[in-house]
C-alpha cells in the first residue's frame, strides 16, 4: 500500500454538503440579482475571516453591483432621451407651430400687394402740404384745390355751357 492510500477521507456531514451547495447557489445568484450581492456583501464585509475564504463570491458580488449601477445610468440616459424627444414632438414642436400661425395675420398682411396710387396724386398731396406752396397761394389769392369756387353762379355757368357745347358739336 502506498502512503496516500492509508489515508482514509474525512467525510464531510451533510450539514457540510449543504453549506457548499448554499454557497454555490450564492456564486451563481449574486451575478445576476443585485439585492443578493449586497446582502452577501454586506455580510462578507462584516467578517474578515469569510471574505478572505469567499474572496472569488467577494469580487463577484462587486462587480455585479458595479454593472447593476452602470445599467441603471444607462436607463436613466435613455429614459432622458426618450422624454426630451417626445415633448420635443408632442409639446414643444406644437407650441412653436401655433406661435408661428398665431403670427401669421402680420405675416399675411406683410404679403399683401401695396395699394397703387396716381403718382401725380401723390405728389399734388405732398407739394400741397409744403409750406412753400401754401405761402405762394396765400400770395395770389389763389384757389386750393380742395376748395370749392367762391360763387355759386360760377358753377351754374359751368353746367350751363356744357350741354351747349355739346349740341354745337352734334
Known sequence: MTVNASRAKPRRSAIGIEEERAW???YRRAGKDPAIAAEVLAQLDSDPEMKREHL???LCC???LRLHQAREARNHRFGRFVRWLLGGLFIRF???VRRA???G???AAACLPEEHSEPATAQIQRLAKSPKVRAARAAFKAP???EKPASPSADSAM???APRAAQATG
Open 105 to 107: 395675420s402680420d405675416l
Open 94 to 96: 406644437p407650441a412653436n
Open 144 to 146: 386750393s384745390i380742395s
Open 101 to 103: 400661425l398665431g403670427r
Open 24 to 26: 454555490v447557489s450564492f
Open 62 to 64: 462587486r462587480e455585479s
Open 159 to 161: 353746367v350751363d355751357s
Open 56 to 58: 472569488a463570491l467577494y
